[in-house]
């Protein structure tokens, strides 16, 4: 059984161009989160999407943008990119049914450097 | 923001002693939860605790909580060379099931010494 699943790992690109990461989630799940960890510091929520629709939104700007398909899976877009989006991005999978605190399986991550 | 903050920052043991790594938060939560980072990777799940509970054990983990303080520990017993690692807590805010995310803390760097 895979468990969650980003693409690509690693990522270089310079100021202003935009980004598309990718992650599946982890088999019978259907929730998908996304969280930016900069160097040093904890995993800082961006949105969550469930259904295909964002769910919830933590504190990012409109350039940090999302998708769901129908198979779960999800993509983060970031556009117009600065210095300080050079992270580790990190998706995690949960399962949503029935209203009850389901643990996150994350996945390895991709680490994004912004030039 | 963080809600968490780790206490201490960095913590050196060697092989066999026991971690304790404390953690404070502000805000009134559904659960806490500790995670596990090697390397700047993927974070692994160890322990939920659920505010209407004040300790939990998992393996050599124990976790208390302290809702009174904002509080809780995560106490490592027989630590090994593969415990090395980012430890984190998480929180989620007690918002009336509205809320899904994880805030996180800064971590607490575990290195122990062969």
């Known amino acids: 059984d895979a468990g969650v699943t980003q693409s690509p790992t690693h990522l270089i690109k310079t100021r202003g161009q935009q980004v598309t990461l990718r992650c599946s989630p982890k088999?019978?799940?259907?929730?998908v989160s996304w969280y930016q960890q900069a160097l040093g510091q904890g995993p800082q929520f961006i949105f969550q999407?469930?259904?295909?629709?964002?769910?919830q939104r933590g504190n990012f700007p409109d350039r940090f943008s999302g998708h769901q398909f129908p198979n779960y899976s999800s993509e983060l877009n970031v556009n117009a990119l600065l210095l300080g989006d050079s992270a580790l991005y990190l998706c995690a999978s949960s399962f949503s049914h029935f209203y009850q605190w389901n643990e996150q399986f994350f996945g390895p991550g991709t680490r994004l450097t912004v030039l | 923001s963080q809600q968490g903050e780790e206490d201490p920052q960095a913590l050196s043991i060697q092989e066999g002693e026991n971690a304790t790594m404390n953690c404070s938060y502000k805000?009134?939560?559904?659960?806490l939860q500790w995670y596990r980072q090697n390397s700047g990777r993927g974070l692994v799940h160890l322990i939920l605790?659920?505010?209407?509970?004040r300790e939990k054990h998992s393996g050599r983990l124990r976790v208390t909580l302290d809702t009174s303080k904002k509080s809780s520990s995560l106490l490592i017993t027989a630590s090994r060379a593969a415990d090395t690692a980012s430890y984190f807590c998480a929180t989620v805010e007690d918002s009336g099931g509205s809320n899904y995310k994880l805030t996180f803390g800064k971590g607490t760097l575990l290195t122990v010494n062969p």
């Open positions: 805000t009134s939560i559904n659960n």
């Open positions: 605790i659920r505010s209407n509970e």
């Open positions: 999407y469930y259904e295909e629709e964002e769910r």
């Open positions: 088999s019978g799940h259907d929730t």
